[in-house]
């Protein structure tokens, strides 16, 4: 799948990767990742995205994602 279908395949293949190394010291904050450049954790969403637009730009990919042992599942009805 190309990056064009897929935009942020590569910064989710690169959370996946470091996730671990995370886990002990960032549990439940915040990552905020552009290709392979971290713009830093945050305790909170808004905080990492106004980090990321900040560092990005808003015009980039980037990928907020929080660090958890276990991926949350949402349900939708």
């Known amino acids: 799948m190309s990056n064009e279908?897929?935009?942020?395949?590569?910064?989710?293949?690169?959370?996946e990767q470091h996730k671990s190394e995370w886990l002990p010291g960032y549990e439940n904050q915040f990552v905020v990742v552009s290709g392979n450049k971290i713009a830093g954790f945050y305790?909170?969403?808004?905080?990492?995205?106004?980090?990321?637009?900040?560092?990005?730009?808003?015009?980039?990919?980037?990928?907020?994602k929080q660090i958890c042992v276990h991926e949350p599942v949402y349900f939708l009805y």
Not at 44 to 63: C, H, I, P, R, V
Request: cysteine-free; hydrophobic content about 40%; glycine content about 6%.
């Open 5 to 15: 279908q897929d935009p942020l395949s590569r910064e989710l293949a690169y959370y």
């Open 43 to 64: 305790k909170d969403y808004e905080s990492a995205w106004d980090a990321g637009a900040k560092e990005f730009g808003l015009q980039a990919n980037f990928l907020i």
